[in-house]
């Protein structure tokens, strides 16, 4: 079992979140013209859906973590190699069969995917350069 470094994974939640907030801010009126989930959506969210999504982040966080330990990836282009795989091969694939078989709008699934490779590319980043 990989060991883990716990102190890296929970920065690159906290980053995770903070960056992920921010990109869906930039995002809101077209999340709101593309979804009626986004409609009413509150300028804040409430305390659990914070909570929620930091423990989603960890949860990812620790799971890279892991693939990282048991890859062997020290390095800035290791990092993001498995960052780009692991968009392409997760939330692109499931984000495109949403497209193709549930009539989400192609614009909200690429809105879904950026914010997806930063969270990808912010973990990997982080747990590989923490010294």
Known sequence: MPELNWLAIIVAAVVMVVVSTAYY????SQLKALSAAYADA?????????VFELARCLV???VV???????????????IQLA???????PVVLLVG????????PMLAAI????????LLIVTLIVTLWP
Request: glycine share 12%; aromatic share 12%; no cysteine.
């Open 42 to 50: 509150q300028s804040r969210p409430p305390p659990w859906k914070v």
């Open 98 to 105: 949403s497209v193709q078989w549930e009539k989400v709008p």
């Open 84 to 90: 780009l795989a692991l968009w392409v091969a997760f």
């Open 65 to 79: 973590a892991g693939l990282i330990s048991l890859l062997g990836i020290s390095e800035v282009g290791g990092a």
């Open 60 to 62: 990812l966080g620790a």
């Open 25 to 28: 801010i930039i995002f809101g």
């Open 112 to 119: 879904h995917a950026g914010d997806w490779v930063l969270k």
